[in-house]
Antibody
Framework: QVQLQESGPGLVKPSQTLSLTCTVS??????????WTWIRQPAGKGLEWIGH???????SYNPSLKNRVTMSVDTSKTQLFLRLMSVTAADTAIYYC????????????WGPGTMVTVSS | DIQMTQSPSSLSASVGDRVTIACQAS??????LNWYQHKPGKPPKLLIY???NLETGVPSRFSGSGSETDFTLTITSLQPEDIGTYYC?????????FGQGTKLEIK
């Protein structure tokens, strides 16, 4: 079955760009039945939907991130990328990638998550 | 944006107790509501989708109900492994969002 694994630098300096990768194994991002999503959890807080990517290239982002976020995939359609620009300490969080079906948008498949700290 | 409000924020119950967690949406979200269990160091786990459908492999002591703005997650007989934080999540419209979470502990 499909498995997801997040990766990226654990430490990012303020004002820089956070870049994360979600590697898909046991499948790919080619299927048209799924959204590929980034979700984060700041320390001591709840879950926040960052946005999702659809195989057509269509993306949707949380307006709370104020145009700082972009999502894309690689040509082999096995890696999902997240870029978050101009980071601050408020972006310190565990970042998860997850997959949901188009119909009920339930996140059934998750990566284990990766911790990102924004600090100088 | 639709706001999701859970209550209580935390609760402590005994093994075997019936536990109820409420989730209220700021507007009608029909039945577009999912529930997750989250334990430290692990990703969230889907329990209930579309307000009332039990996810495959989830114990039958978990159930969900509700529609429009008011939803409930019920655990009929609390087990020690049920400790964790529970989140509701709507998908009625973008941006999707989660409730603030309910932390469940065992007395």
């Amino acid at each position: 079955q499909v498995q997801l694994q997040e990766s990226g630098p654990g430490l990012v300096k303020p004002s820089q760009t956070l870049s994360l990768t979600c590697t898909v194994s046991g499948g790919s991002i080619r299927g048209n039945a799924y959204y590929w999503t980034w979700i984060r959890q700041p320390a001591g807080k709840g879950l926040e939907w960052i946005g999702h990517f659809y195989v057509s290239g269509r993306t949707s982002y949380n307006p709370s991130l104020k145009n700082r976020v972009t999502m894309s995939v690689d040509t082999s359609k096995t890696q999902l990328f997240l870029r978050l620009m101009s980071v601050t300490a408020a972006d310190t969080a565990i970042y998860y990638c997850a997959r949901s079906q188009l119909i009920e948008n339930a996140f059934r498949v998750w990566g284990p998550g990766t911790m990102v700290t924004v600090s100088s | 944006d639709i706001q999701m409000t859970q209550s209580p924020s935390s609760l402590s119950a005994s093994v075997g107790d019936r536990v109820t967690i409420a989730c209220q949406a700021s507007q009608d979200i029909h039945y577009y509501l999912n529930w997750y269990q989250h334990k430290p160091g692990k990703p969230p786990k889907l329990l209930i989708y579309d307000a009332a459908n039990l996810e495959t492999g989830v114990p039958s002591r978990f159930s969900g109900s509700g529609s429009e703005t008011d939803f409930t997650l019920t655990i009929t007989s609390l087990q020690p492994e049920d400790i964790g934080t529970y989140y509701c999540q709507h998908y009625d419209s973008l941006p999707y969002s989660f409730g603030q979470g309910t932390k469940l502990e065992i007395k």
